[in-house]
């Protein structure tokens, strides 16, 4: 499939749904550069813009590197050479060239606009180095938002004329988010808000245009977008505008904030039923308060939606919602409450006797009930004073007069309330008190004004106030929403983690594009932060480049505060519900807080703030910068300091596989190898990927750094390339590879060899030829020779290795007892020189020749050590020997089911490392498993095939242990001419080997089997 190349916002790469990492600016630079200019580019005029201060030589060379970069992450033939130009060669799919052939047409783009990730043209990506190319960059970001912005438009001008509303406010908000100040979309935008009944976020988008313009360009809005206002606020645009207070029946009631398709109903059991038991006391005639507490998004609304929804048709609901934008306005919500035309039209036709003088009252603040009744009194002029209290009693009376039943009051987001509508609630719950009146107010605690806590504080008091804290979403409850939303139940815990179990986080999570923090979120997020002061926000801006395990004493250097103004904005923060404490460690209450306040940095204040965040960090924490590596890494690379990012990522790394975190270590030391390449990173990488027993990539990795290091003419590296590949060949069972690439080893080392090399060349000699079955004389030459160097050079991790090969040596001699002694040794050495799996192989060891000695609890104790390391450690590849171990003491002690699991899944371990020798032993053990079961035929199948699986292969030991073993098979068979020729080949192969414990099996086998 077509690499797929992504560059309006973040720059994104993926193939077959798969992401694609690139993390070295330059390269990204590169790429997107050849992708938009088109056509041939001169390597003079790349050199130019990416490496301006560099010398020619130093400038090629970052050129060739890159190039390698970007060819090993997207495939080899991505970019092509004609002479001394570059040219994209290879099949991919571009936003900005897909963008640029359909920007008249946009309709026909693929995937639809809509879909697109928004944001500049290589959005984070800045090269201070290479200022020619930041003029370029800043001309392509103008043209492709421009392009961007003209095709939108198109696509919205003809959804306008269907009368698509909603597409349209989509698009435009979209569009916003692009670019801030275009003025058109803000006219859209409220257009859409207006047609779909929302006049209040309409004319609070006219707000937030009007500050943007006079903060940013210190102007006002155009005419046309003024009288746009008047006309929405007059009621006259559009000509008639459905209220979204409605009085409700039987049927599902309309969301109070739109109708956008509502994501399923989960939890929330405990206050369904908190609202069931106020309900029934209110129609016992008692007034009942219920306030649902809760962040921004936990659901509080989406409550009251659910519940009462199933209300008999008969109870009357009276809903309103209170707006930041009109805080200050008078009676808003409660104007809200009563003005629909319809349902006032109702409810006038339903009161047995009219109350004109209130209804007078009210038509000062309403004025459609003038409308509605011409010919009610003017009302009487009064003291101010009595004229308010007049005003709250005709609300109550309404209220009163609605109808017989029960009374249902919501109000949504009782916070932004403006103060004369909570002195009429005041002033209701003293009137109702008496009255079948269930009031419901939803509130965010954090956001609540003096005046409204004090008034909860005497509510409280009260036995009719309930408080109903909503709680975040438990990991189970996430999982369900998450399935019922369509999302992918494998990435639940992900976005539970991201959404912080809050319910709207979580939703548009699972309906957003991955890793990208939705619109609806982002406005919401940072409509919150707009209210923090600058200082609380500079401190806000490092806790977000840090991100986790957030100390103050790191906080206060990265945000360059003093110790009095950090502590006054985390106060600042955590009361506003941004931040909070626990033990000392500040985290933030939504990882996505962090990622919007990220994501709203400028490039260079970004820079600054991960610069300054990786000094703090190490000057914190210079007596151990192991464990902070990682974070080091990141915050350089940022900062655009990539040797440094490289090093710390080296030393990350390091710490992971100390840890046992392989998979860690592996990507670790690709970061590292991508910020900075050298052989020498690809010569750790290889490391890691063996010891994950990914050996196809180790493979690649090293073989890749021996071709770099040759270029390089570095032989210590070539030398190191090689006996990893030697090593590799070992752990696979290709033993004349492994004695080759050692030899190869010892050729680019030389003379002047480090004692390092020169060990494991030597011990890779023995061991390979030892495994290969050549001399046990000539392996044990080098064996010895390895351990006395590494004794002699303090190399105790090769020296425990060593005595390990020599143990296997003097098996195949036939000295068990040494064997022993030489495992025993190996593991002591191991453990003091910290190799994991050189302990883990050597209790394995152990453990199969006390098993051939007789002794089964040695074998057992040892065995099981062996597994208990490798699973505490997560090393893998020994788990293709431990199987084995495994198996033969469970069928040494006739536990036949039992061996035949432990050989099945050491199989399927061994063909991850394709080790074809070792396969061929399981299918061996597997042979006598059925011979112990009595299965004699189904023995004599797996033996053979097993015995055949080897004669392509260089194990003699093992093939002449299975010809004893076939011979056992064909004595029990009564077919000892069989038998006799299986002894035969054993014999001619194990002559001047000196196999001398198969010497004995087979002249005891001979006795039995003469045929004469």
Same mark, same amino acid.
């Not at 190996?826 to 051939?852: E, P, R």
């Given at each position: 499939m077509a690499l797929r190349v992504h560059l309006l916002g973040r720059p994104h790469f993926e193939r077959d749904g798969s992401t694609l990492e690139i993390t070295s600016n330059k390269?990204?630079? &590169?790429?997107?550069?050849?992708? /938009?200019?088109? %056509?041939?580019? /001169?390597?003079?005029?790349? &050199?130019? =813009?990416?490496?301006?201060?560099?010398s020619e030589e130093a400038a090629r060379k970052n050129l060739r590197n890159t190039l390698w970069l970007i060819r090993r992450t997207f495939g080899e033939g991505v970019i092509e050479a004609n002479g001394e130009s570059l040219y994209l060669a290879g099949p991919l799919w571009c936003d900005v060239r897909e963008l640029s052939a359909h920007e008249d047409s946009p309709e026909q783009l693929q995937p639809p606009l809509t879909e697109w990730q928004v944001g500049d043209f290589l959005d984070s990506i800045d090269l201070d180095d290479a200022p020619d190319y930041e003029i370029w960059l800043a001309r392509a970001r103008e043209q492709y938002r421009q392009m961007y912005l003209r095709a939108t438009m198109v696509l919205i001008e003809r959804h306008r004329t269907r009368g698509d509303w909603k597409y349209v406010l989509s698009a435009a908000q979209t569009a916003l988010a692009l670019d801030a100040l275009q003025e058109s979309f803000y006219r859209l935008e409220m257009e859409a808000y207006a047609q779909l009944g929302q006049r209040a976020e309409a004319l609070h988008a006219y707000d937030t245009l009007s500050r943007m313009l006079r903060s940013e360009i210190g102007v006002e809005p155009l005419p046309q977008t003024e009288a746009l206002r008047s006309s929405i606020m007059a009621g006259t645009y559009p000509a008639q505008i459905t209220a979204d207070i409605l009085l409700q029946r039987h049927t599902r009631r309309k969301p109070i904030l739109g109708d956008n398709p509502q994501p399923p109903f989960v939890g929330r059991a405990t206050e369904m039923a908190a609202l069931d038991s106020a309900f029934r006391i209110t129609q016992s005639g008692h007034l009942q308060l219920l306030v649902l507490t809760g962040e921004m998004g936990i659901g509080k609304t989406r409550l009251w939606q659910e519940w009462s929804a199933s209300l008999p048709p008969e109870d009357a609901a009276l809903e309103a919602r209170c707006l930041e934008a009109t805080q200050t306005?008078?009676?808003?919500? =409660?104007? !809200? *409450?009563f003005s629909d035309r319809a349902w006032l039209q109702r409810m006038i036709d339903q009161l047995p006797h009219p109350i004109p003088l209130w209804l007078a009252e009210l038509a000062r603040v309403i004025p459609t009930l003038q409308t509605l009744l011409p010919n009610l009194p003017a009302p009487t002029p009064l003291p101010l004073d009595e004229e308010r209290r007049r005003l709250f009693e005709a609300f109550v009376q309404l209220v009163l007069n609605i109808s017989p039943h029960p009374i249902l009051i919501f109000i949504d987001d009782i916070h932004w309330a403006d103060n004369a509508t909570l002195d009429w609630l005041a002033y209701l719950m003293r009137r109702v008190s008496d009255q079948p009146v269930l009031v419901v107010l939803s509130c965010r605690s954090e956001d609540a004004p003096a005046s409204l806590v004090h008034l909860l504080t005497n509510w409280e008091r009260e036995s009719y106030m309930t408080r109903l804290p909503l709680q975040r979403f438990t990991n189970e409850e996430a999982a369900t929403l998450v399935s019922r939303l369509g999302g992918n139940p494998q990435l639940a815990q992900r976005v539970q983690a991201a959404s912080a179990g809050n319910p709207l986080f979580l939703t548009e999570l699972v309906r957003g594009a991955p890793d990208d923090v939705p619109p609806v979120l982002s406005e919401l997020i940072r409509a919150r932060l707009n209210h923090v002061s600058p200082t609380a926000r500079q401190v806000l801006q490092a806790a977000a480049v840090l991100e986790q395990d957030i100390d103050y004493l790191t906080l206060r250097r990265a945000s360059g505060r003093d110790e009095e103004e950090t502590l006054d904005a985390l106060d600042e923060l955590m009361e506003a519900s941004v931040l909070v404490e626990r033990g000392g460690i500040y985290t933030f209450t939504h990882p996505l807080v962090a990622k919007v306040v990220r994501d709203s940095l400028g490039s260079a204040r970004k820079v600054f703030l991960h610069r300054r965040a990786a000094e703090a960090l190490a000057a914190i924490h210079a007596g151990r910068l192991e464990p902070k590596a990682a974070q080091l890494s990141h915050h350089h690379e940022v900062a655009g300091e990539f040797a440094k990012a490289a090093m710390y990522a080296d030393l990350a790394a390091q710490h992971a596989l100390s840890l046992a975190a392989s998979a860690d270590a592996i990507e670790l030391y690709r970061r590292a190898l991508t910020l900075d390449p050298s052989p020498e990173r690809e010569l750790h990488l290889g490391m890691a990927l063996s010891r994950a027993s990914e050996?196809? *990539?180790?493979?690649?990795?090293?073989?890749?750094?021996?071709k770099v290091s040759i270029e390089q003419n570095n032989m210590r590296n070539a030398a190191e390339a090689c006996v990893q590949m030697a090593h590799l060949s070992l752990a696979s069972g290709s033993f004349d590879d492994t004695v080759r690439w050692a030899n190869e080893s010892n050729r680019y080392?030389?003379?002047?060899?480090?004692?390092?090399?020169?060990?494991?060349?030597?011990?890779?000699?023995?061991? %390979?030829?030892?495994? %290969? %079955?050549? /001399? @046990?004389?000539?392996?044990?030459?080098? *064996?010895?020779?390895?351990? !006395?160097?590494? $004794?002699?050079?303090? =190399?105790?991790?090769?020296?425990?290795?060593?005595?390990?090969? @020599?143990?296997n040596l003097l098996a195949q001699?036939?000295?068990?007892? !040494?064997?022993?002694?030489?495992?025993?040794?190996?593991? !002591?050495?191991?453990?003091?020189?910290?190799? $994991? *799996?050189?302990?883990? @192989?050597?209790?394995?060891?152990?453990?199969?020749?006390?098993? &051939?000695i007789g002794d089964l609890a040695a074998a057992h104790a040892h065995s099981e050590s062996a597994l208990s390391l490798a699973d505490a450690s997560a090393i893998e590849m020994p788990r293709q020997y431990l199987y084995s171990t495994r198996g033969e003491i469970a069928m040494l002690e006739g536990h036949w089911d039992e061996s035949t699991d432990w050989f099945t899944r050491g199989m399927t371990e061994s063909e991850k490392t394709g080790n074809r020798v070792q396969l061929a032993n399981y299918r061996a053990n597997l042979g006598l498993v059925a011979q112990g079961r009595g299965q004699l035929d189904d023995a004599l199948l797996q033996l053979e095939r097993a015995w055949q699986d080897l004669d392509s292969l260089q194990a003699p030991y093992l093939q002449t242990q299975i010809d004893l073993w076939l011979a056992e098979l064909h004595l029990r068979r009564n077919e000892n001419v069989a038998a006799w020729q299986c002894i035969q080949r054993a014999e001619d192969r194990m002559r001047s080997r000196g196999y001398h414990r198969l010497e004995e099996i087979a002249s005891r086998l001979k006795q039995r089997a003469n045929p004469n």
């Open positions: 390269a990204v630079a &590169l790429f997107a550069y050849l992708i /938009s200019a088109q %056509g041939n580019q /001169s390597r003079e005029r790349i &050199l130019a =813009l990416l490496w301006p201060d560099s306005l008078p009676f808003a919500p =409660l104007i !809200q *409450l050996f196809n *990539l180790a493979r690649k990795a090293f073989l890749h750094a021996l080392a030389g003379a002047d060899a480090e004692d390092g090399l020169q060990v494991q060349a030597e011990f890779l000699l023995g061991a %390979g030829l030892l495994q %290969g %079955g050549e /001399s @046990l004389e000539e392996a044990e030459v080098h *064996l010895r020779r390895a351990a !006395q160097l590494a $004794t002699d050079g303090k =190399l105790n991790e090769m020296a425990g290795q060593s005595r390990f090969e @020599l143990g001699r036939g000295d068990l007892a !040494q064997a022993l002694e030489a495992y025993g040794e190996s593991i !002591q050495i191991a453990q003091g020189a910290g190799d $994991t *799996l050189q302990v883990i @192989l050597g209790h394995n060891n152990y453990a199969y020749h006390a098993l &051939l």
